[in-house]
């Protein structure tokens, strides 16, 4: 999902596997700062460690992320964010004059259990005034313990049972920080209707090879997707759900190559399942558009798959902006960690740390968990990623322009393809970098 040019002059460490664990912040250049960080003093109610009415106490923040295992690739994108917001937000002056100090749980099994276990020591044993992550399971399981406690939970998981869980319970404190799963195959086909509309792509049949996980997150895409090809006249070929980690797709992609389709769509969004795949593919490839899900958006897509990615088509529903406020933060992530950027979660929760900032200080109290909630419901924050703006029922964020014509309060819906070896922009309106091509097999 991002460049990977050789980096010039000295290389700043790496962190380690123990510094992610510890949640040891990386030294970066100054960057953007969240309005109103500072100039409040903190009343705490249930003791942010050492801090007293004058301030000069810190204040714990989690991060959820599976900084080990098969998903570690996005964990660490997401530390390495919150890390960078924290250093801006603590030179800033920090959160009504109190340190902030990032708490790093670890969920690399992915396991309902380890979630759970992970919210409890966050909320029990490390007093957090707040936590974020990129992942949460698909039951919603562990947001109980959020919520009995009131401690603002952020996440990313991009999934419609997370928003369903919250509004049936009427939780207040947890917010979707970006639109849901259902938004991914609708905005496709919009898009896809287009390039056929325009001309710029005539499929060779109305046919379509689905690929799902087994998991229902990419379960539901693929089933809006599925419906809204046969709503439009397209035949489906072939469905099949795997289980991630999957890396030999000969199976599939002999199954595909007997009956080539127009359409490719894999909705499993690990990176490497997903280089694997168009790796495969690349070596006999079908006159077929392949569409990936999320995975490329990690940096390490584009070094396994090379130049087999070139016409890789994928979205994101929560992704760094290629504008000014978005490439000052790649280029500052670059000088800190000597790595490009991802073009999703990092960004996402830099965002998010900052977001939660903004609204702790102007709740004048970081452990008035009500206060500090209802700040955030009447935030319309802007990110590197886009504007946070959440619908006031399902406290989620609105996608763009799927939903709202207004960018200033809605959060993009960006579409990507790989041209070159780079990663271009081709969707929405005004944020584009490109435009689409047909891929080389094409």
Request: net charge negative.
């Amino acid at each position: 999902m991002s460049e990977h040019n050789p980096v010039t002059g000295p290389r700043k460490p790496r962190v380690t596997r123990r510094d992610l664990m510890r949640g040891i912040g990386v030294a970066g250049a100054a960057g953007l700062v969240a309005g109103g960080a500072g100039g409040f003093f903190l009343s705490p109610r249930r003791g942010a460690t050492g801090a007293s009415t004058g301030g000069g106490g810190t204040i714990p923040f989690g991060i959820v992320a599976p900084v080990t295992g098969p998903y570690s690739g996005d964990g660490q994108e997401m530390v390495r964010g919150a890390e960078l917001a924290i250093e801006d937000i603590n030179a800033a002056g920090g959160v009504l004059g109190n340190t902030v100090e990032l708490v790093v749980g670890d969920v690399g099994d992915q396991s309902p259990e380890n979630f759970i276990q992970v919210a409890e020591r966050l909320v029990s044993r490390q007093n957090v005034a707040a936590a974020s992550g990129g992942y949460t399971t698909a039951t919603s399981v562990e947001f109980d313990t959020y919520a009995q406690a009131g401690v603002p939970l952020f996440h990313t998981n991009t999934l419609q049972a997370n928003t369903d869980f919250v509004v049936e319970r009427g939780l207040t404190n947890v917010f979707q920080c970006c639109p849901t799963e259902i938004w991914y195959a609708s905005g496709f086909l919009q898009l896809m209707q287009g390039w056929i509309d325009e001309g710029v792509w005539t499929p060779s049949s109305q046919t379509a090879a689905v690929i799902s996980s087994n998991d229902a997150y990419s379960i539901s895409i693929a089933t809006v997707l599925q419906d809204g090809l046969r709503e439009i006249g397209w035949d489906i070929t072939m469905y099949e759900e795997v289980s991630v980690p999957y890396v030999d797709w000969g199976p599939q992609l002999s199954k595909i190559r007997n009956n080539p389709p127009g359409l490719i769509f894999v909705t499993d969004y690990l990176a490497g399942d997903l280089a694997s795949f168009a790796k495969q593919f690349a070596t006999a490839p079908t006159p077929s558009l392949l569409y990936q899900q999320y995975g490329p958006s990690v940096p390490e897509y584009l070094e396994l798959a090379g130049d087999a990615a070139n016409g890789v088509i994928w979205s994101t529903t929560i992704g760094t902006l290629p504008d000014t406020i978005g490439t000052d933060f790649r280029a500052r992530y670059l000088e800190a960690y000597g790595s490009e950027a991802g073009l999703s979660q990092s960004g996402a929760q830099y965002d998010i740390v900052r977001l939660w900032a903004q609204a702790a200080s102007r709740a004048g109290d970081a452990y008035d968990f009500e206060r500090v909630a209802e700040a955030v419901r009447q935030s319309t924050f802007r990110g590197v990623v886009g504007t946070y703006h959440f619908d006031p029922t399902e406290r989620t964020a609105i996608p763009y322009p799927d939903a709202t014509n207004d960018p200033s309060l809605g959060m993009p819906h960006l579409t990507y393809q790989i041209q070159g070896g780079e990663q271009q922009l081709i969707s929405p309106s005004p944020y584009e970098t490109g435009e689409f091509q047909l891929p080389p097999w094409l």
